[in-house]
Nanobody, 127 residues
Framework: QVQPVESGGGLVQGGGSLRLSCAASGRTFSTYNMGWFRQAPGKEREFVASISWAGGRTYYADSVKGRFTISRDNAKNTVFLQMNSLKSEDTAVYYC????????????????????WGQGTQVTVSS
């Protein structure tokens, strides 16, 4: 299993951009789908985006489609979330996660699909 560690959060003005990174330990990083989730104050954690183990398939929540881009660099055991045109409603703690199994053949878009989680990084968008 891999252990994700997020970085790159911070405070940004509305309309701005931010890039989150998630470095994962373990030699088998390239065999896991990776995902980003977020949790706003008083709300449940929700799916943001995920990417397949080889990077060929990506999935996005409707709320971020067209604004966020997930990508990965398997040589560096890192997954990224590029966030553009940020809105105040994007304010949340963002979590990186690795899929529960290796080489998943299904889309991984729910919390139940992921078995290893990072500690989260705060993203605050000021209006």
């Amino acid at each position: 299993q891999v252990q994700p560690v997020e970085s790159g959060g911070g405070l940004v003005q509305g309309g701005g951009s931010l890039r989150l990174s998630c470095a994962a330990s373990g030699r088998t990083f390239s065999t896991y789908n990776m995902g980003w989730f977020r949790q706003a104050p008083g709300k449940e954690r929700e799916f943001v985006a995920s990417i397949s183990w080889a990077g060929g398939r990506t999935y996005y929540a409707d709320s971020v489609k067209g604004r966020f881009t997930i990508s990965r660099d398997n040589a560096k055991n890192t997954v990224f979330l590029q966030m553009n045109s940020l809105k105040s409603e994007d304010t949340a703690v963002y979590y990186c996660a690795a899929s529960s199994g290796q080489f998943p053949r299904y889309s991984t878009t729910t919390e139940a699909d992921f078995g290893s989680w990072g500690q989260g990084t705060q993203v605050t968008v000021s209006s």
